[in-house]
């Protein structure tokens, strides 16, 4: 079974579509998967096929015509494409109608009034289109890389709290200082606070500088696995806290994020990531629904407040 699945979007709504994939895989075992998202999100597709949502290749498609180049083309095309859309493109559709014997449209949003996560939802999707008789998969996400796939408690540094301020829109932000409050109240003990900005928090990075500067503490920057490294062995006194500001790939962050003990953020893609990866997670939410939109993941601490 050779599958093409369409996922625009960020990175919160790719990992939430986890259960609703691995439920094909799991109807299909010998099944073929091309994923087609965000090139930021490539590192998640771990040993799937991947072709990048901006590829140049791919325009002809929303126009309804045949891809540019066909190179990313299972031999025969596609037995399904799969478009996860917030609202039908006939164009698109009939685009992918020249590579894939069968094309669904399945909406990447539930109706007003839906109240379970979006998990169940986009699960219930494909299950309906797809005639599947399975129960919904569990939350991890499916495709880790090869590399850094160990159980998350193995290696796992037991203070190390990464911490992610940061989401889609400055209305479910926690403040920052709230933030700083709570890992202050964590107890005597040494931590390791990482603090993890994405390319669009400049702002929040310049209100976290300030704010440390303002406590007399410093932060050392992290661009890298090996900034990370070096950071993560400094050992941290009694009553003391080491911070990090980690400003690194999506690749270079999952492998990080293993490493934590606990997750701290908004409702944002990172925190999605988070649980999906198997780390205790805690979601701050204050401007989005946490019965829908709450991280859902292996380990038992994933918790959300409003």
């Not at 040993?47 to 025969?76: H, I």
Request: net charge negative.
């Amino acid at each position: 079974m050779k599958v093409c699945v369409y996922r625009p979007g960020a990175l919160g709504d790719l990992i939430v579509t986890g259960p609703a994939i691995q439920a094909m895989c799991n109807r299909w075992p010998e099944i073929s998967l091309t994923l087609i998202a965000s090139p930021a999100w490539r590192a998640l597709a771990g040993q799937l096929t991947f072709l990048s949502a901006e590829d140049r290749a791919l325009l002809p498609l929303f126009m309804g015509n045949p891809p540019a180049r066909g190179g990313w083309l299972p031999e025969g095309g596609f037995d399904l494409a799969l478009l996860f859309l917030q609202n039908s493109d006939p164009l698109l559709e009939q685009g992918f109608q020249s590579v894939a014997s069968r094309v669904l449209t399945l909406r990447s949003r539930p109706p007003e009034g839906y109240s379970h996560n979006i998990r169940d939802f986009l699960f219930e999707e494909v299950q309906r289109a797809l005639d599947l008789q399975t129960p919904r998969p569990t939350s991890a996400w499916p495709f880790l890389p090869a590399i850094g796939t160990q159980d998350v408690k193995e290696g796992a540094n037991p203070r190390a709290i990464c911490i992610h301020p940061g989401s889609g829109s400055i209305r479910k932000n926690w403040p920052i200082l709230n933030y700083y409050s709570l890992i202050s109240d964590l107890g005597p003990g040494g931590h390791s606070v990482l603090w993890s900005l994405g390319p669009a928090d400049e702002a929040l990075s310049e209100t976290l500088y300030a704010l440390l500067a303002d406590k007399s503490e410093t932060a050392v920057p992290i661009r890298n696995h090996g900034d990370w490294e070096a950071w993560s062995a400094a050992q941290v006194g009694p009553g003391k806290t080491a911070h990090g500001i980690l400003r690194v790939d999506l690749a270079v962050l999952m492998g990080i994020l293993r490493k934590c003990s606990f997750f701290i953020g908004n409702d944002s893609g990172v925190s999605h990531l988070s649980a999906a990866l198997g780390v205790p997670t805690l979601t701050i939410f204050g401007g989005s629904d946490p019965i829908i939109w709450a991280p859902e993941g292996p380990a038992r601490a994933v918790q959300w407040t409003g």
